[in-house]
């Protein structure tokens, strides 16, 4: 069905292959002055990856700053309310900085600190990634610039104030739609520029090849960790692993350690913003063609003449009009299923994690499990699923006041 | 048919002259007034047009490109209209017209559909600033049968081996980035570019165009020293989004490159 047969099904190991491809997807499309910067970082991520210093020195960083490994839990009250499988919950939420976003910055920013950059830019859309970059430049000494769109600095103030008391320079986006996607076309306008002097530091699994590999091993600590803290509960691995996709870093950070396991099924849930056939959400997957964005071939939201549409999303870290080419192979191949939830269904999922099990996801993950009572009605109550927390839900405190109090009183049911 | 880019390249050459290459952003401000701008400066001495084929994410541009890219999208301006005014143009126009876009348009358009109607259209030349040679072999086999060059840049950060590599791919000439950065207007062109360039035609078996940053004539005459001509872009919008004459500026650029 997928054209796919067993036999030439590739590992992950060579995904992505030489040329920065997954199956079709990935590649380089940058500017030519790009290129020099891009082999170099390559090349510089090849070495180090198998460096036993740098090694220690990101596995210090992760467990002593970061708080790795996060736990972990049998999430009991939620699985009793959706009646079907045992749902696991990967406590990323409990990184330092409140998101995995720091499992990749950690990485990255230490990979700059090789190359003898002293720069570093960013971009950002909910803040988790510019706060994680932030930190990490705080940590290691780095100057750090952010790209925000104007839009998401207003629905993420909090975040930008963690930003600047970090000491860096938050810059506002008020080109085209003013959210993520204009962040990185700024961000790489930057870089352009100031190349020989600067790191850009990609927040997900997105852009040029070697990011979306790059940052899938940083973030891969995600699902190492859980193939190793599942055994505490049972023996095989997770029947199911769910989590929320913009780019898509968490979601590949749980999934590829999985990736050859076959029997385990993924499911990347996409912002379905008003509905699919609202016209307003950014579900790439879902709905979108392939094209070429932000350096690599993957799926887009764009018109018949390829203009990229203009995205929504209650959350902003969802709000994007691409994706991670990794994931437009898993979904061509089959390996992984792509779904939307509505904004509503993300406040619902909001609403049920806190009522069952004490804890305020953020917006982003709340996708995950506004679309996980859904996921888990064909599985049977001998099943698991782990879903990928990603991230906490402090910094969505305003925003959700005025939506969850000025909204009709239960979003379950409008 | 020899490609009119070519032919003007091997004319100019002959009478020992520089290339002048402007580019305008299709359908900016407006059709009918880019068409008006167009026949003008070339009328005033510019060689070669070069028609920008607006995208939503221009991520070598700078401001001034943005904000032109942006108004010709919002005025409906579409990859077919701009195939429509080629057309027309090449009624009364043997000047070579060279599309500047970038690869989304193209992949949505499908190449082969995009080689044909560009062909059918009558353009000479294609430049995509975000295709670099890894991934341009399957547009090069759409437009090389089209007869259509497929014009790869060059930049100060290639390393001196790929530089050579990339001209002998490279049809109809070279476009070297002049400087480290997106397109738009600078005060001054880069230290060592002289060098840069000198080295790059010397590697080229084909013209060598330097474009990026060139905004008067002073360092228009700068940049075509080593060259065989310059592209001009940002200071044309510049002065299109001013409502200023453009002839004057497309006379005074011809000045600078013929003494030159």
């Known amino acids: 069905m997928t054209g796919f047969d067993r036999h030439s099904v590739p590992l992950l190991r060579d995904l992505p292959d030489v040329r920065g491809y997954f199956g079709a997807y990935g590649g380089r499309f940058v500017p030519e002055t790009l290129m020099a910067p891009l082999v170099e970082l390559e090349a510089a991520f090849r070495k180090f990856r198998r460096d036993l210093t740098f090694r220690r020195e990101l596995n210090g960083f992760l467990k002593n700053f970061a708080g790795r490994p996060t736990p972990l839990l049998f999430a009991e009250n939620l699985t009793k309310r959706l009646g079907g499988p045992r749902v696991y919950l990967k406590r990323e939420d409990l990184c330092h900085t409140g998101a995995h976003k720091v499992n990749n910055t950690l990485g990255q920013c230490l990979l700059a600190k090789r190359l003898g950059k002293k720069r570093v830019i960013a971009e950002t859309g909910a803040g988790q990634h510019g706060v994680g970059t932030a930190t990490a430049c705080a940590l290691l000494s780095l100057s750090c610039e952010v790209y925000m769109g104007a839009e998401d600095m207003e629905r993420q103030a909090l975040n930008v104030f963690r930003m600047r008391s970090m000491g860096a320079k938050v810059i506002p986006v008020t080109s085209g739609s003013r959210t993520l996607k204009d962040a990185i076309n700024e961000a790489m306008r930057d870089w352009v520029t100031n190349v020989q002097t600067t790191f850009y530091c990609i927040g997900s699994v997105v852009g040029p090849h070697p990011y979306p590999w790059m940052v899938r091993e940083f973030q891969s600590v995600i699902g190492r960790e859980v193939k190793h803290q599942i055994r505490d509960y049972q023996t095989g691995d997770p029947d199911a692993l769910v989590a929320c996709v913009g780019g898509g870093s968490n979601a590949i950070g749980l999934f590829a350690p999985f990736y050859d396991h076959k029997r385990v099924k993924f499911f990347g849930v996409e912002a379905g913003g008003e509905g699919l056939r609202s016209g307003r959400h950014s579900a790439t997957l879902c709905t979108g063609r392939p094209g070429v964005l932000h350096g690599a071939y993957t799926y887009l939201m764009q018109d018949d003449n390829g203009q990229v549409l203009g995205t929504h999303s209650i959350s902003a870290g969802l709000d994007y009009p691409a994706v991670g080419p990794e994931h437009a192979f898993y979904k061509d191949s089959g390996r992984a299923t792509y779904v939307a939830a509505t904004d509503k269904e993300a406040l619902a999922g909001f609403k049920l994690l806190n009522e069952t099990e004490g804890l305020s996801a953020a917006l982003e993950s709340s996708h995950a499990l506004g679309s996980l009572p859904r996921l888990v009605r064909p599985m049977k109550n001998s099943q698991s699923v782990v879903l990928c927390l990603s991230g906490r839900g402090d910094k969505d405190m305003g925003q959700l006041t005025g939506i969850l109090h000025l909204g009709s009183s239960d979003p379950k049911n409008t | ?260």
Do not use: C
């Open chain 2, 1 to 260: 048919m020899v490609n009119r880019i070519d032919q003007v390249f091997i004319e100019l050459k002959s009478q020992g002259r520089k290339a002048l290459m402007a580019y305008v952003t299709g359908g900016y401000p407006s059709l009918p007034a880019m068409d008006r701008a167009v026949r003008e400066i070339v009328k005033a001495g510019v060689d070669l047009v070069e028609i920008g084929v607006p995208f939503s994410d221009p991520i070598a541009d700078g401001p001034t490109i943005q904000f032109s890219s942006q108004k010709a999208l919002e005025g409906g301006i579409t990859p077919a209209r701009l195939f429509d005014w080629v057309k027309t143009f090449r009624r009364t126009h043997e000047t070579p017209v060279v599309l500047m876009t970038y690869m989304n348009p193209i992949q949505t358009m499908g190449l082969a559909s995009f080689a044909r109607r560009a062909r059918t259209a009558g353009v000479d030349g294609v430049i995509v600033p975000d295709l670099i040679i890894e991934e341009g072999g399957p547009l090069e086999k759409a437009l090389g049968p089209a007869g259509i060059h497929l014009i790869y840049l060059v930049a100060p950060t290639t390393p001196p081996p790929r530089r050579t590599e990339i001209a002998r791919r490279s049809r109809g000439f070279l476009y070297a980035v002049s400087l480290t950065g997106v397109t738009g207007v600078r005060r001054a062109l880069p230290k060592g570019l002289g060098t840069f360039i000198a080295d790059v035609r010397r590697r080229s078996p084909v013209p060598v165009a330097v474009g990026f940053g060139i905004s008067d004539a002073a360092q228009a005459r700068q940049a075509a020293a080593q060259a065989d001509g310059v592209i001009v872009g940002s200071a044309f919008i510049h002065r299109m989004k001013n409502r200023e004459p453009l002839v004057p500026f497309v006379r005074s650029l011809r000045r600078a490159l013929d003494g030159a």
